[in-house]
T-cell receptor, first 116, second 118 residues
Framework: NAGVTQTPKFRVLKTGQSMTLLCAQDMNHEYMYWYRQDPGMGLRLIHYSVGEGTTAKGEVPDGYNVSRLKKQNFLLGLESAAPSQTSVYFC???????????????FGQGTRLTVV | GENVEQHPSTLSVQEGDSAVIKCTYSDSASNYFPWYKQELGKRPQLIIDIRSNVGEKKDQRIAVTLNKTAKHFSLHITETQPEDSAVYFCAASIRANAGGTSYGKLTFGQGTILTVHP
């Protein structure tokens, strides 16, 4: 049981290049999230998914796209990278029973992306 | 939307002292409040959480208190140890709906860098 796994762990991109970050979870969680972490700003939600085939925008979605073709995978894409997207990206997943008022989120190990 | 403010941004204590981190939230509908610990270069890990129908929860040296009226909650660490040094994040979860599905949407505070000196 690996939990939540992100690939790659590190990446350097040139401005204008594209890339895809992969998040995989083996806990059969319905909900998956992409956050970015910047100094002094905590974790900000980029996009999320409440189930296979569904995606929705979070707080800071501009410049990113996502897809959830399989329940266990959540992909984050940067079509044309910009220096402002230099950050540490975390994927998370959670299971929330329908009668629960909250959820526990499990995070991946992070991807450090630098755009030059 | 929800807004979570966390203070202080940095906290330095001596080993054995207590540490307190405070968070306030804006949306009275928030009903779940987890705390995460993130060691340098590692992923955030859930250390304790509290639901809106509870005022206090303890787990060994850590405790969380919630004041719904004032919309603030706090993390208390007693008998601090050097291995407690990390960044701590509070968060507030509000039930949201997307496509007819209910889920919890987390908003994080800005984080507190805790340093425990031996």
């Amino acid at each position: 049981n690996a939990g939540v796994t992100q690939t790659p762990k590190f990446r350097v991109l040139k401005t204008g290049q594209s890339m895809t970050l992969l998040c995989a979870q083996d806990m059969n969680h319905e909900y998956m999230y992409w956050y970015r972490q910047d100094p002094g700003m905590g974790l900000r939600l980029i996009h999320y998914s409440v189930g296979e085939g569904t995606t929705a925008k979070g707080e800071v979605p501009d410049g990113y796209n996502v897809s959830r073709l399989k329940k266990q995978n959540f992909l984050l894409g940067l079509e044309s990278a910009a220096p402002s997207q230099t950050s540490v990206y975390f994927c998370a997943s959670s299971y929330s029973p329908l009668d629960s008022f909250g959820f526990k989120a499990f995070f991946g190990q992070g991807t450090r992306l630098t755009v030059v | 939307g929800e807004n979570v403010e966390q203070h202080p941004s940095t906290l330095s204590v001596q080993e054995g002292d207590s540490a307190v981190i405070k968070c306030t939230y804006s949306d009275s509908a928030s009903n779940y409040f987890p705390w995460y610990k993130q060691e340098l270069g590692k992923r955030p890990q859930l250390i304790i959480d509290i639901r809106s129908n509870v005022g206090e929860k303890k787990d060994q040296r850590i405790a969380v208190t919630l004041n719904k009226t004032a919309k603030h909650f706090s993390l208390h660490i007693t008998e601090t140890q050097p291995e407690d040094s990390a960044v701590y994040f509070c968060a507030a979860s509000i039930r949201a709906n997307a496509g007819g599905t209910s889920y919890g949407k987390l908003t994080f505070g800005q984080g507190t860098i805790l340093t425990v000196h031996p």
